[in-house]
């Protein structure tokens, strides 16, 4: 039963470039969400998607990020014109369903932009 | 005011000891309650969920307290393997995946 997934798990970028960040949620999840932790702090909520839906994205920054979940494929969080201050690991996460539903991480992608 | 206070410790213990860990919210809306752990540099890992009646799952125990709004986590006969960061999770609503993560406690266990 294979877990969430995530590609890439490192992912070096120079200041400017794009970031496209990989998650396939758990089979059977059809609920994708996206947290970012940056070093020495806590994770922070970044975006709920479901099938083609942007649910809630209270917690993306108002430029440059962006996250889509196709109706086939994995879910992909994008990160333009990247920055340093953009140094972080982006876990992803997926439940069964909305709410109470308990979420389950996929190991992160650790992004480095030099 | 933090949404999730914890205190961030370090906790450090020998085997075999009882630790206890304590965590605050301030959204009284809040509606689902959890422990992960996290791992150095890795993922968090769901510990187990919290419910008002109190749940246990073999050396753990999680309590709810929602009048004082204060979630616990008791780990009985520490092991090494418990080394880890233990963070208090809140979910505000049903209509919401929005998980809020407390800073985390962390906990050394030492033989």
């Known amino acids: 039963n294979a877990g969430v997934m995530q590609n890439p798990r490192h992912l070096v970028r120079r200041r400017g470039q794009e970031a496209r960040l990989r998650c396939s949620p758990m089979?059977?999840?059809?609920?994708v969400y996206w947290y970012r932790q940056l070093p020495e702090e806590g994770l922070k909520f970044m975006v709920y998607?479901?099938?083609?839906?942007?649910?809630?994205e209270s917690g993306m920054p108002k430029e440059r990020f962006s996250a889509e979940f196709p109706k086939e494929g994995p879910s992909i969080l994008r990160i333009q014109q990247v920055v340093r201050g953009d140094s972080a690991a982006y876990f992803c996460?997926?439940?069964?369903?909305?709410?109470?539903?308990?979420?389950?991480f996929g190991p992160g992608t650790r992004l480095t932009v030099t | 005011r933090k949404e999730v206070e914890q205190d961030p410790g370090p906790f450090n213990v020998p085997e075999g000891a009882t630790v206890a860990f304590n965590c605050t919210y301030s959204?009284?809306?809040?509606?689902?309650f959890f422990w992960y752990r996290q791992d150095c540099r890795k993922e968090p890992k769901l510990l187990m969920s919290?419910?008002?009646s109190g749940n246990e799952d073999g050396r753990f125990t999680a309590q709810l307290n929602r009048a004082s709004q204060y979630i616990s986590l008791l780990i009985r006969d520490s092991k090494l393997s418990d080394s880890a960061t233990y963070l208090c999770?809140?979910?505000?609503?049903?209509?919401?995946?929005?998980?809020?993560f407390g800073q985390g406690t962390t906990l050394q266990v030492k033989p």
């Open positions: 998607l479901q099938k083609e839906n942007i649910i809630d």
């Open positions: 996460a997926s439940s069964l369903s909305r709410g109470p539903y308990e979420q389950y």
């Open positions: 089979k059977g999840h059809s609920h």
């Open positions: 959204n009284s809306a809040s509606q689902s």
């Open positions: 999770v809140v979910n505000i609503g049903s209509n919401t995946g929005k998980l809020i």
């Open positions: 919290v419910y008002s």
